[in-house]
T-cell receptor
Framework: AQTVTQSQPEMSVQEAETVTLSCTYD???????LFWYKQPPSRQMILVIR??????QNATENRFSVNFQKAAKSFSLKISDSQLGDAAMYFC???????????FGEGTQLTVNP | DAGVIQSPRHEVTEMGQEVTLRCKPI?????LFWYRQTMMRGLELLIY????????DSGMPEDRFSAKMPNASFSTLKIQPSEPRDSAVYFC??????????????FGEGSRLTVL
């Protein structure tokens, strides 16, 4: 079974600075998807960024980018120019290409200090 | 288009009572998921449906839990009888077929259940 591990329960960053959230996963599959979801205090889960495992190029979405290291099974999220609205719980997730199941990590609570 | 709609947003009940959580997926979405979020276990997939048919219910913790999807626009998750350890946030999510190979799910705002 696939597992996703986020080793940082909490992180903090100063506004306008850069922060990196870590995620590792375990799978025997060669093709899969990886995601970062954001959960603000409103509770709703929001997709931040997605990476296909067959793509070598790291995904980017505006201030959000990932560092995907397939051999190391590592998938970190970098937030540049952090904003107060980035404060939330961030979940790393693994998705199978053959199905719909998403496996989530434990989450990292990000605090952005003004 | 409206997002995934869940009700109630908050529910407080006493042990032994029946609890029914409701979900309206995004119109046109073929897949519907029920997740449970707790501090101890994080986000767990309970069950998911494709075109109203349950596909995988292996995450349903016990026979006390049941889920139905009588039509494409409505699903329920029922707990009977409820226990304090069922206290959690229950999320419903939906996804269109075209997104299933990318894994993107559209989540509701969750139903926070407290069982006293």
């Amino acid at each position: 079974a696939q597992t996703v591990t986020q080793s940082q329960p909490e992180m903090s960053v100063q506004e306008a600075e850069t922060v990196t959230l870590s995620c590792t996963y375990d799978t025997s599959e060669s093709d899969y998807y990886l995601f970062w979801y954001k959960q603000p205090p409103s509770r709703q889960m929001i997709l931040v960024i997605r990476q296909e495992a067959y793509k070598q190029q790291n995904a980017t979405e505006n201030r959000f980018s990932v560092n995907f290291q397939k051999a190391a099974k590592s998938f970190s999220l970098k937030i540049s120019d952090s904003q107060l609205g980035d404060a939330a719980m961030y979940f790393c997730a693994y998705g199978e290409t053959s199905g719909s199941r998403l496996t989530f990590g434990e989450g990292t609570q990000l605090t952005v200090n003004p | 288009d409206a997002g995934v709609i869940q009700s109630p947003r908050h529910e407080v009940t006493e042990m032994g009572q029946e609890v029914t959580l409701r979900c309206k997926p995004i119109s046109g979405h073929d897949y519907l998921f029920w997740y449970r979020q707790t501090m101890m276990r994080g986000l767990e997939l309970l069950i998911y449906f494709n075109n109203n048919v349950p596909i995988d219910d292996s995450g349903m913790p016990e026979d006390r839990f049941s889920a139905k999807m009588p039509n494409a626009s409505f699903s329920t998750l029922k707990i009977q009888p409820s226990e304090p350890r069922d206290s959690a946030v229950y999320f419903c999510a939906s996804s269109p077929l075209r997104a299933m190979n990318t894994g993107e799910l559209f989540f509701g705002e969750g139903s926070r259940l407290t069982v006293l």
